[in-house]
């Protein structure tokens, strides 16, 4: 697709080029898009059928909608902000420096900007910013032809009408409706006598990766949120918990590889920040090597009684770093999950040392059969073989332990994965080692 539009401008052939947009599906549009030069996706943009180009626009990164706000006329923006759903005309304003945003407000009208606002005030990471005020209501009294009256009459500005919310005159939210339900009901049915009066609600200070989760559990597609007052506000639907979702596991997937997290993608962000959001964990865990090396600086006389002792210190390290991580990864994703609970700590111990010690005792014997029919040592095969025992049943309680401490202090348990708990892992292990070593060897 990107080929052809791009040999389509080079002949300047904008009508079959037109012709070929009208085909194509927004995301598609949007990917090939971000992908061009500012003044090439400026011409495309404007070859859009009206009713696609917002939605294009939604789906473009923020840099590309920022050249083409740029490139646009007020009368092209204003039709852009009005036809946009609300959630992602406030994730708009949120993104654009201050200079854009001045131009965008000016550019909506008083009711939209108004929504935009409300949205606006929320904390950035609640469910009351990722929600979205267009949805289309109901009364109790209503019957099902008055019904479909309304959604016929609202539905273009809604953002889904596959899900109705039924509201007193309060406003509190008391039932919710499909429209298959309305479809497979009498016209002159009332909507009470067809709604479900049991409502899974979101608060608007609900965490939005609690939003996610709240989707994921309840298999929803939509779901309301509502004020302390259980007054209905707006909707969140399945794309934005998706959206949360993905932003989460990134989130994650980089603090555990030892990196600050970034707002920006890999090429997005420059040199600069990438270092500075590395720098900070590698420091740490430079400093932290101190105790490493203290602990063999302590035991450099058995090294020169033994110097061999010394050629198994890698694999110890390792195999003990990778038994912790193994653990780590499982108890930070049963964390995420809400599988496994804080509460449940001695549980999840006491699975993770069994665990361990059928892992530990099958290593444990490889590794001295190894060690004894290569160097002819019993004792010395003794030693690794017991070194690499408790050091697995170390770092899997290890592993286990520190993510749930972590969720127990309100800190992100991806922390407590490698490399932080390698190091510590590290640490311990070599003091088993060596304390095992002096004992059995009497160095």
């Known amino acids: 697709m990107e080929e052809k ?11 079959q080029l037109k012709k070929l947009l009208e085909e194509e599906n927004y995301s598609d549009i949007s990917e090939v898009l971000n992908e061009l030069t500012k003044e090439q996706a400026a011409i495309v943009f404007r ?18 909608q920022e050249d083409l706000i740029n490139a646009m006329s007020d009368q092209e923006l204003s039709g852009i902000m009005n036809d946009l759903f609300l959630d992602d005309a406030a994730d708009l304003v949120s993104e654009m420096p201050s200079d854009i945003v001045k131009r965008l407000l000016k550019n909506t009208d008083a009711t939209n900007r108004k929504y935009i606002n409300e949205i606006l005030k929320y904390p950035e990471d609640s469910a009351g910013s990722l929600m979205n005020p267009e949805y289309i209501s109901l009364k109790e009294d209503m019957t099902v032809r008055q019904a479909f009256d309304r959604i016929r009459e609202r539905g273009n500005e809604a953002e889904t009408i596959n899900t109705l919310y039924v509201l007193d005159p309060s406003r509190k939210l008391v039932g919710v409706v499909s429209v298959r339900d309305l479809l497979l009901a009498k016209m002159t049915d009332k909507i009470s006598e067809v ?11 609900t965490d939005k990766e609690e939003v996610a989760k709240m989707f994921d559990k309840y298999d929803y597609q939509i779901m309301p949120v509502v004020d302390n007052e259980d007054r209905l506000v707006g909707i969140i639907t399945i794309d934005d918990a998706m959206d949360v979702a993905i932003e989460e596991h990134e989130e994650d997937f980089e603090i555990m590889a030892g990196v600050i997290p970034s707002e920006d993608s890999y090429f997005k962000t420059s040199v600069f920040q990438h270092a500075k959001n590395r720098i900070v964990w590698l420091l740490v865990l430079m400093l932290s090597a101190i105790f490493t090396g203290t602990i063999l600086t302590r035991y450099e006389e058995s090294f020169a009684v033994m110097p061999i002792l010394v050629s198994f210190i890698p694999m110890i390290m390792d195999t003990g770093g ?17 599988e496994i609970e804080t509460k449940d700590v001695l549980k999840v111990w006491f699975k993770e040392i069994r665990i361990a010690l059928i892992v530990g005792a099958v290593l444990a014997v490889v590794n001295g059969l190894r060690i004894w029919i290569q160097y002819k040592n019993p004792l010395l095969a003794l030693v690794l073989a017991l070194t690499i025992f408790f050091t697995i049943c170390v770092a899997k309680s290890l592993g286990c332990f520190l993510p749930i401490l972590a969720k127990a202090l309100k800190l992100d348990p991806a922390i407590m994965a490698s490399p932080m708990l390698t190091t510590i892992v590290d640490a311990l292990s070599l003091t088993v080692y060596f304390t095992i070593a002096t004992l059995i060897l009497k160095l």
């Open 322 to 338: 990778n038994s912790g991580s193994q653990a780590s990864t499982m108890i930070i994703r049963g964390l995420a999950t809400d």
């Open 47 to 64: 070859l859009l059928n009206k009713d696609d180009s917002a939605e294009v626009f939604s789906r473009l990164e923020p840099d590309m």
């Open 195 to 205: 709604m479900e009066d049991n409502v899974i609600t979101i608060p608007t200070t």
């Open 5 to 15: 539009i791009l040999e389509l401008l080079e002949k300047k052939d904008y009508s």
